[in-house]
């Protein structure tokens, strides 16, 4: 072998384990996977799952659709907004500004316009939720909810379907034109069953996703706050649990509108109305999981977008079922290591640490603290010695750490077993999983400002003289000013930065 094929074949053989380990450490495994359906074309991001079988409805590219996620046939069905199943999977329905229609669904042929079963003139709007009152035999009363483009209000009407026939009877039976008035709802989902009502609170500060009882006077009594703005909800058919998409890149008390994919990392989370707990669904790499959909038995379809242009891989429906994913999950006690030399916060910023890295090179993103967090305590072992071992100059431990990869080593090693003990979060938790004030002080101050400082004690902090800050007798003064300075020479840590979340941790600590 000459020399130049000697480091031709370096080369070659050094890309390629390269690369290798770029994929390994990125893919992390989707255990509930149950069936993955590429998507020609581009998908509305509005789409419902069939209750009891493998059909999507959809809308892309203007035209209306329901495909069979098995088999990838597709057949269109007139209309060119929001195509919703009634739940018998009989009858299509779909939206638009001059009233609402109904059409059969055929199993092997496409839906024409001259075979609609009932056009409602009355009904005008878009974003449809349905949700089924009552069923008696081949009988149900469905509440069908839309949003007003002219009124921007929620309306609803109730509608009898009788499915004994081909194609089924249905009738109006009432028309509420303003539920929920009083509030100012985006975004709203209506139950399986019809009483509860999923919106974002747009008066709320900041916005955010909260659940409803629909009243007998048709007003909404709030019944749940979740606390972070969330994309469309979708409600099980047992009514127990919900899911949605947030945006894992933005602070989760951010609202993206979700209309945009170009931009943040969209992962789905599923939450028990019960106990309040939620787990994390996926994990995208690049791109984003959106707007998931329940079908009866739990399980769950919502679009990924790889984002990768020009692929007939960009867009597909993907099915999993979310009791087989154990979810990663964020949680106040992270697995901690008896061993390591360090307190409970620091291996919590450590693991951080650690999801962020792996969000830098997979997502090519920067993420929160807290979402760092709950996937860097939640990576397998492998995975996280993968990371350390790797890509370790991705790691950015705070500078006075003197953690060394030996010991970020054996932090990975102690995640197995210490996951087992670890309870679920509520979503309160992932909202509030900032920080504590004295781990802020120990990772971005105690560099410079060697233990003379008591921070670990607020009030004896508030007291300590500021001799060097003018206008400031003590900390309680100089600190405000110091965080808040737009002067980069003057503002605290010098030469580095705090999140706003940050900055207030701090400030309350010695309010
Ligand atoms: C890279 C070194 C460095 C880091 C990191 C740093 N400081 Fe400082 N800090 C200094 C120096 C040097 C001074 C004094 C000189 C000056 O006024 O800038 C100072 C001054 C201060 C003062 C004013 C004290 C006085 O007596 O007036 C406060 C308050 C302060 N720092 C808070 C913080 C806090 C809070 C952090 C962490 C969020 C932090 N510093 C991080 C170097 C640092």
Redesign the pocket.
Known sequence: MNLFKLTLFYFLAFTQTTLAQHKAVCNIPEPGLVLKTNIEGSPNYFFRAFPDSDKVAYNGDGTNFVMNMKTGEKFSVPGSYDPVPLFDSKTLTTSSDIGFYFYPVHSNKETTKEEVNLFDKDLKGTYQSVGEIQKINSISKYRIIVVGSEFKQISYAEYLADSSTTPSRINRTKLKNGLCAEKDLKLPMISKDGQYLAARENNASPPRTKIYRITAEDTCEEILDLGLATGKVDFSFDGRKIVFHIDTLQSVDYFNDAGDSTVGNMNVFEMDLKSKKIKQLTYSSNGHSYFPSYRRDGKIVFIRNTGEEDSTEKYSFILVDPKKIKGLQIDEQPPLSTELNCDANQQKDALSAIGQAWYKICAKADTSHEQGFILGANLSREKCLDLVQNYSDSIQLPTSWKLEKKELIKLCGGMSQAKSNKTQPTIKKIVSAKQDPVS??NS??A???NDNEPFKDPEALKKWP????KG?KT?KD??PM??KSKDEA?R?????E?TQDQINT?LNYID
């Open positions: 802020i002080f971005k101050c560099v410079c400002h500021a001799k060097l800050t400031a900390w100089a600190l110091r965080l003057f605290m840590p010098k030469g580095g705090l701090l």
